[in-house]
């Protein structure tokens, strides 16, 4: 199998903004360049201000974290594919650009979370895609706050695994897919009435991290089978994430330090015949070196086998190359434009009524706000090739742009055309008879 490289990251960043010099492509891996990137977010500013501000003011209705994200992340080749945000829980998708046309089956989901029969601040969001043959489902969650909160904490599990379903058959559970990550504010603390905060504070100067975390509820909830039992869990080498005095790298006295934050895995090795599905774990690390929030921010880097192209067509894995090539040629502003795609032929089962052709500026990097769509055409203008007519009010001004064709049901990405300019027609002068006045 091959591999593909995929990079999560989890952050608590406590209604903050984002400080003006954080740049977030400094949590990705420095040595390696991942293929996928998944970032969570918790606590993120949903103030009525904030609000006002992502809904209205942002051009692509951003909250602050993911737009920061999506400017850092995109010097790095990566586009935001989704997000889906909830509360102040957020979770995007960014992958690098040579990727984005084999993705298919992008889906979101949510799950609310109560607390003593009323519903908080707290909840989960995801995302499921597939990738190369292989499905993947990423779970961002905020759970319960507070040591004794514990039950809570292990009912929402259960919560989120029961209601959480997905539109694909093969897929519709959590766990049915090929690989699980979970990440979050899990807010799983400390065993009550083991350690206090001077005693947590002092076995974390001196290293002595595995008598914190033999009390540790997530670890305990796990080997008791009450919780997360069906993920694996690297044990943190990294001190408590929470919680420090903003802007520093000093606890904080009002609460005893826990992992608060955390990334879990799940491969299902046996879901296909006489192959085995493998994933390695790269790093598991925190990033103390950001002190934007009372909460460090996680990472975690991995190397998930994906089929080659060539086993992908023994095993009959549909729709596993691009459908859609555009044939992009000049592009004029403020004129009608003809633009061709063609499609082959042994694909044309795949395209449907309702498929549709977004129009995009390169320079955004995301592709979650077309400017302008397009109904894909039913019938082929000549042989397997199809026509775009799109009127002088779609290209109004020049740039680069981007076309991207979807399934009907908008899950899957058929075809990504490269990047092409639109630019204004050089008009020739104009023959004219030339008039002197005479004296």
């Not at 949510?110 to 607390?115: P, Q």
């Not at 601040?121 to 499921?128: E, M, Q």
């Not at 006489?274 to 991995?302: A, C, G, W």
Request: aromatic fraction near 12%.
């Amino acid at each position: 199998m091959d591999e593909l490289k995929v990079h999560v990251v989890t952050y608590n960043v406590g209604t903050w903004a984002p400080h003006h010099d954080l740049d977030m492509a400094s949590l990705l891996p420095q040595k390696t360049v991942p293929d996928v990137v998944l970032l969570g977010f918790q606590e993120v500013n949903t103030s009525p201000t904030a609000l006002v501000i992502e809904n209205v003011l942002s051009a692509l209705g951003e909250d602050e974290w993911t737009s920061r994200s999506r400017i850092n992340l995109a010097r790095k080749g990566y586009i935001k594919i989704r997000s889906i945000k909830l509360l102040g829980m957020v979770l995007s998708l960014f992958c690098l650009e040579k990727h984005v046309p084999y993705l298919r089956g992008v889906e979101t989901q949510f799950t609310r979370l109560g607390l003593n029969g009323y519903w908080g601040n707290k909840g989960t969001v995801s995302v499921r895609f597939n990738l190369y043959g292989v499905s993947l489902c990423v779970l961002n969650s905020h759970l319960a706050a507070h040591d004794h909160q514990n039950q809570i904490r292990i009912e929402s599990y259960d919560t989120v695994l029961g209601g959480h379903t997905f539109t694909n058959e093969a897929t519709e559970a959590i766990m049915y897919h090929d690989y699980v990550f979970w990440l979050g504010d899990l807010n799983f603390r400390l065993q009550e009435d083991t350690f206090t905060f001077e005693q947590i504070d002092q076995k974390i100067r001196k290293k002595e991290l595995k008598d914190l975390l033999a009390v540790d509820q997530l670890t305990q909830a796990r080997v008791d089978g009450q919780a997360f039992s069906e993920l694996d869990e690297t044990p943190p080498d990294f001190p408590p994430t929470f919680k420090y005095k903003f802007g520093t790298d000093v606890y904080d006295s009002k609460r005893r330090p826990a992992w608060t934050d955390r990334i879990l895995y799940k491969v299902n090795t046996a879901n296909y015949d006489k192959i085995e599905l493998k994933l390695k774990q790269d790093s598991y690390r925190s990033h103390p070196e950001v002190r934007n929030s009372d909460h460090k921010p996680v990472s975690s880097s991995f190397r998930v086998g994906i089929f080659t192209p060539e086993t992908a067509a023994q095993m009959g894995i549909q729709t596993y190359h691009p459908i859609v090539k555009f044939h992009v040629d000049e592009v004029y502003v403020d004129e009608d434009n003809t633009l061709v795609y063609t499609v082959d032929t042994k694909n044309m089962r795949y395209l449907r009524y309702w498929d549709w052709i977004g129009v995009y500026r390169v320079d955004t990097h995301s592709l979650e706000s077309h400017l302008a769509f397009q109904w894909a055409p039913s019938t082929p203008a000549r042989d397997n090739a199809y026509e775009l007519c799109f009127d002088e009010n779609v290209f109004i001004r020049s740039g680069d742009y981007r076309l991207v064709y979807y399934s009907a049901d908008s899950k899957d990405i058929l075809g990504v055309s490269p990047p092409f300019h639109a630019r204004v027609r050089d008009l020739e002068p104009e023959m004219g008879v030339e008039v002197t006045e005479e004296l």
